[in-house]
């Protein structure tokens, strides 16, 4: 059987992977009990469980790879990720294989998303495999992490942000961001006070946030902090702030 895995949706991928596993894997008979099947799938997956990645594979570790036989279960689970970094070798290679795979391996291959150019292997693998479609991520971005701050939700604020920082974005940029979403917030507020007229509810909280942000563009320019800590440090502080 071989599976063709398309999209971005990391998690949801693995929660399928996973599903196989316990599919081929943790075989279970009626008088088993929960503990003696979690410790044979344990010794099945050391066994018969791989996750390879096209950009680090030699021809004869995925040779190697797909001659070895089950040991103690019907089926082995192979998954290969980033398939379009093969080289024409490795396409050729496997163009040979996958007609006549033997019925032992269950053969995964992932992709992030589908190439403008053709390729003979995917070309073969969209007749021949159960192509199984992923949502696209969604793509963050500074102004996601301002709003997760306003919900005071620190966790998720916190992986916005070590996101923003994986995609290459620079400091400077999500500091800004913020800095606009939150120094607009209280000019907003301004516009149209008289001196006579009170200051309204929550201006006090909403200066102190364009203090910390202030503190952090301080911080950050003159290297009192490595800039990813000084960010992390304002997002916590925001989000106690924020009302």
């Known amino acids: 059987m071989i599976y063709l895995f398309v999209g971005e949706d990391e998690l949801a991928k693995q929660e399928k992977i996973h599903s196989l596993k316990n599919e081929i894997l943790r075989p279970c008979a009626l008088q088993d009990n929960p503990s003696s099947i ?3 799938g344990v010794w099945a997956e050391s066994f018969n469980y791989e996750a390879l990645y096209a950009k680090e594979l030699t021809l004869s570790l995925l040779n190697e790879a797909l001659s070895r036989v089950p040991a103690g279960v019907k089926q082995r689970l192979l998954v290969i990720k980033g398939i379009l970094k093969f080289k024409d070798n490795f396409q050729d290679f496997l163009l040979s294989r996958v ?13 992030i998303s589908m190439p403008r150019e053709q390729n003979p292997l995917l070309n073969k693998l969209l007749k021949v495999a159960r192509v199984i479609h992923f949502k696209s991520k969604k ?5 996601d992490l301002a709003y997760e701050i306003e919900r005071k939700q620190v966790g998720s604020a916190l992986n916005i942000l070590a996101d923003l ?3 290459g974005e620079k400091p400077e940029r999500i500091l800004g961001a913020l800095s606009y979403r939150f120094t607009k917030q209280n000019l907003n ?6 001196d006579a007229q009170p200051l309204p509810s929550g201006l006090d909280e909403r200066m102190k946030k364009v203090d910390l942000l202030l503190a952090a563009d301080v911080t950050i320019k003159t290297g009192k902090l490595k800039a990813r800590f000084a960010l992390e440090m304002l997002v916590v502080r925001l989000c106690k702030l924020c009302s």
């Not at 507020?189 to 008289?194: A, D, E, I, P, T």
């Open 38 to 40: 979690a410790k044979r």
């Open 99 to 111: 007609d006549n795979l033997p019925n032992d391996i269950i053969l995964v291959f992932d992709i």
């Open 139 to 143: 793509k963050t971005n500074a102004f």
């Open 165 to 167: 920082f994986r995609a």
């Open 189 to 194: 507020l301004w516009v149209g006070l008289s």
